[in-house]
């Protein structure tokens, strides 16, 4: 089916949504989305997540999609995008907008940085010296701007495209293709999305300033605790967003008949494994 236009309020509810299935039904995607977060945070792993991401979230939309459909999951529902060479490289093609951004983002900042700054990032052992942030700290607001709206877009584009092609069987370009076209249908809705998330991060920079102020104090503990939060805290966003995914896909992309089907369903319990 193609895709549908939706009202704008629409990306509101993709977040409650979000987190009334997160909170109905938490494993195993909670558990799934703590590997993302320890996949980007953890060195050398982390080369290979900004690759693999997207057949990753692959693995976690099919596992959503077999929740509502009342079928047993488990956490190795986690690979799934790695279970056919078609789906893998069509999840793979989906994340090479964001691959190719990521590219495209790091040449700007450093010919805009200049070689200072180029130098100062190969010398791992040393952190910037004060003059030196001094003097990129005016200049990043606007390469960051520059580079924001681009950066949205692609952002929307790869979360339709995702599970259009792993619930669609969608091929990765057509996926992408697809998911253009409802970006520009549900602009609206998108932006609201998108807004929504805003407000929820600073609303949680807010509460989490005390905690962070008290862990900083701890002295010698303070970076590995600051670490575990911040993975919990990047762990339960990528919950949240990932479920986000799949409502979004099923208000745009998913058929009449699907939405009658799992709706006359409504099982009294979900089996998941652990």
Known sequence: MSHRKIPAIRGLL?????????????QPVFSMAMWLSLGAFLPVLNFFMLF??????????????????????SLADFFNGFKALP??????????????????????????????FAQS?????????????????????????KLLPL????????FLA??????????????????AQAVFTNIGALLVFSLSIIAAVMATSILLAIPVALISSTGAMAGILQTFLLIFISTFGWALYL????????????????????????PATTQIEI
Request: glycine content about 6%.
């Open 162 to 179: 995702v599970p259009r092609s792993m619930l669609d069987k969608r091929l990765g370009l057509l996926a992408l293709w697809d998911a």
């Open 151 to 158: 950066g949205i877009v692609i952002s929307w584009i790869v």
């Open 52 to 73: 693999l991401m997207t057949v990753f979230y692959g693995g976690v939309i099919s596992c959503l999609h077999k929740k509502v459909n009342g079928e047993r999951v």
């Open 87 to 116: 789906r893998f490289l069509s999840l793979f093609t989906v994340g090479l907008p964001t691959m190719l951004f990521a590219v495209f983002s790091s040449f700007v900042m450093l010919n805009a940085l200049g070689p200072d």
């Open 14 to 26: 993709w977040c409650f949504g979000a987190w009334k299935n997160f909170k109905a039904s938490p």
């Open 121 to 145: 990032l190969t010398q791992t052992a040393q952190p910037p010296s004060k003059e030196l942030l001094e003097t990129l700290l005016p200049v990043l607001p606007g390469i960051m701007l």
């Open 243 to 266: 479920n986000a995914m799949y409502i979004a896909w099923r208000d745009i992309f998913a058929s009449d008949e699907i939405e009658l089907t799992v709706a006359e369903k409504t």
